[in-house]
């Protein structure tokens, strides 16, 4: 993926990109080998229906030992969990987790406190949000960036391509949720940073050819504050 990065080309904007409604970003960390994760996976793929919402989930590989390898973990996956909960500074780290606008975090499964922490998280980004948008041009995703509100005391960022299928679905045979089968809205394959973002309108043009080669089907851009910081935007293109 660091050749991916490499071809990213970032061209100033004289003008702001074209402005995409702000949408809430709601990351779920589970794992197949978790009992209490399936109601906040389903719960996951009813929310992604939202169009103001970018939807993700990062199975996580620290409950493989229990009987059953999550086909779908990673320990990238895991690390970014535990980078959240060092950002935060209240080292929690548990499945099923939702982690909001990467802010605060909560029970995957309540949806009450979801929409409790979204509420919360869309006051302390009012005043710094900034409008991203993803579209294909030919052969070429093109990400643009908008500038940062004048008002904004968020002038760097990184941004984030993620790469995760729209839906997987697999039998497990094992462990806490043996014969069952469970279905995955969004989860993410690879997590790469494309790009810096210095308060300034502008433009990331990627090659299409090499993002599907990669095994996803979807596509969501996060402008991100450091590693685990708050998400200032984020947007989402389809490649089927």
Not at 143 to 153: H, L, Q, T, Y
Not at 159 to 182: C, D, M, P, Q
Request: hydrophobic share 40%; charged share 20%.
């Amino acid at each position: 993926m660091a050749a991916l990065a490499a071809l990213a080309v970032a061209a100033p904007s004289r003008a702001d990109p074209p402005v995409s409604a702000n949408k809430a970003v709601l990351e779920l960390f589970t794992s197949q080998g978790c009992s209490s994760c399936p109601p906040a996976d389903a719960l996951l793929a009813q929310l992604g229906k939202n169009p103001g919402l970018v939807t993700l989930s990062y199975a996580v590989d620290y409950w493989n030992y229990l009987g059953w390898h999550d086909t779908l973990s990673s320990p990238a996956n895991s690390e970014r969990q535990r980078e959240y909960a060092r950002m935060r500074g209240d080292g929690r780290v548990y499945t099923p987790q939702i982690v909001v606008d990467g802010l605060t975090h909560v029970n995957g499964s309540n949806e009450a406190a979801i929409e409790m922490a979204m509420r919360g998280a869309a006051k302390r980004l009012h005043d710094v949000r900034v409008p991203v948008n993803m579209h294909a041009e030919g052969d070429t995703l093109v990400i643009g960036i908008g500038a940062a509100p004048e008002k904004s005391d968020k002038r760097a960022a990184t941004v984030w391509l993620a790469i995760a299928k729209e839906e997987e679905t697999v039998a497990i045979s094992r462990g806490e949720n043996r014969g069952r089968t469970l279905s995955y809205h969004h989860p993410v394959r690879e997590l790469t940073p494309v790009g810096m973002w210095q308060g300034e309108a502008m433009t990331l043009r990627l090659p299409l050819k090499d993002l599907k080669a990669m095994g996803g089907d979807c596509l969501v851009a996060l402008l991100q504050v450091e590693n685990a910081g708050p998400i200032l935007g984020a947007a989402e293109h389809d490649l089927l």
